[in-house]
């Protein structure tokens, strides 16, 4: 064997065992604990699903045994948070906020509005689960608004956009085009959408109200950016 054989052999050996060494490497995110989750307070799970957004956004989002977390998670769930979420396809939850199997709740309609059956999901969720924050997230050049703007009629899609509609009554006074063609009306809607959703929350649900008032939960919206992957907080 020539010198250089040699070396390459050994250099080819020694890939082999760090690759391998690689592989078996436990990969460091684990499934919350109830304990951990007890510690924790709606601010800091807030502010770190935005460092996991900006995670998300530079594509560098924590590398998870997803085979393993499932089994961890087996026994049990203790998620930090609850997402309500538009139905969009374009909108990887979980990426979205850099989390893995049983750190979020996350509940998805067209238009993410409210209805009976997504506030007893919450209060599931927060009263019963012991998440801390409730995040109601829009986004935009959402298709559902869009069609609410446009009033559209056909099948179910009626009464699911008359739930959205009542944002369009609602919203501040627009100086522009109302239209669906229009992206920064589809967005002032998506914006009011998202508020009322938030507020429908607070005095929809005794439950949640009462949580939120003693500090035990926040109640938030945001909104989501098809195009740069951002996550901004609605006022
Ligand atoms: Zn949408």
Not at 80 to 103: Q, T
Not at 142 to 165: E, F, H, S, W
Request: aromatic share 6%; glycine share 6%; charged share 20%.
């Amino acid at each position: 064997m020539s010198r250089f054989s040699l070396i390459f052999a050994t250099l080819s050996i020694s890939t082999l065992l760090f690759l391998q060494s690689r592989a078996a490497e436990p990969l460091p995110s684990k499934v919350l604990t109830q304990e951990q989750q007890a510690k924790l307070t709606p601010q800091s799970v807030l502010a770190e699903l935005m460092a996991g957004n900006r995670r998300f956004i530079s594509n560098v989002l924590t590398e998870r045994n997803h085979s393993k977390q499932v089994r961890e998670a087996y026994a049990g769930q203790f998620p930090k948070a609850v997402v309500l979420s538009c139905l969009d396809s374009r909108i990887p939850v979980e990426d979205v906020f850099d989390r893995g199997v049983g750190d979020i709740f996350v509940a998805r309609v067209a238009g993410n509005f409210i209805n009976e059956d997504i506030l007893g999901s919450m209060e599931f969720a927060c009263h019963v689960a012991g998440a801390k924050l409730i995040i109601v997230l829009g986004h935009t050049h959402c298709g559902a608004i869009q069609a609410a703007i446009d009033n559209v009629q056909v099948g179910n899609i009626t009464p699911m956009l008359a739930k959205i509609r009542p944002a369009l009554e609602a919203a501040q006074p627009f100086r522009g085009e109302k239209t669906s063609e229009n992206p920064e009306y589809v967005a002032h809607i998506c914006r009011e959408n998202i508020r009322m959703a938030v507020r429908r929350i607070r005095k929809e649900s005794t439950i949640l109200k009462g949580l939120k008032d003693d500090g035990l939960i926040d109640i938030i919206g945001a909104y989501y950016d098809l195009g740069s992957g951002e996550v901004s907080l609605i006022q």
